[in-house]
């Protein structure tokens, strides 16, 4: 059983930087054009386990402010997928509605610095 779970772990992390390779694809597909230097979204680049709505430059929705917490990946997931339900009144009406693929972006987004 012990090589079963070293094996287990060693497809996991080596999945890893193929899903976020999957993920950068389809974040310049989906996502690039707002949150790509445009005004009509924020720049993502530390994203991940920051505050939720603290970069500064943009004007987040009230909804979004006032969530609170961090983007933790469980967050990021589940503002991707249905960004009005994880904060009303949120300026993003885009969301991605496949499991692989919001994991594949989140993935990716950890990687940006």
Request: with cysteine.
């Amino acid at each position: 059983m012990p090589r079963v779970a070293a094996l287990a772990a060693l497809v996991s992390l080596s999945a890893a930087p193929a899903l976020a390779a999957d993920g950068a694809q389809l974040f310049n597909l989906q996502c690039k054009m707002c949150h790509g230097g445009s005004v009509m979204g924020p720049a993502l680049n530390g994203v991940a386990g920051a505050p939720i709505a603290s970069k500064p430059g943009f004007a987040y929705s009230p909804g979004l402010k006032n969530k609170g917490g961090t983007w933790t990946e469980a967050n990021l997931d589940a503002y991707l997928k249905a960004p009005s339900q994880f904060a009303p009144g949120t300026k993003m009406l885009i969301a991605v509605p496949s499991d692989e693929n919001r994991a594949a972006i989140v993935a990716y987004l950890k990687t940006l610095k």
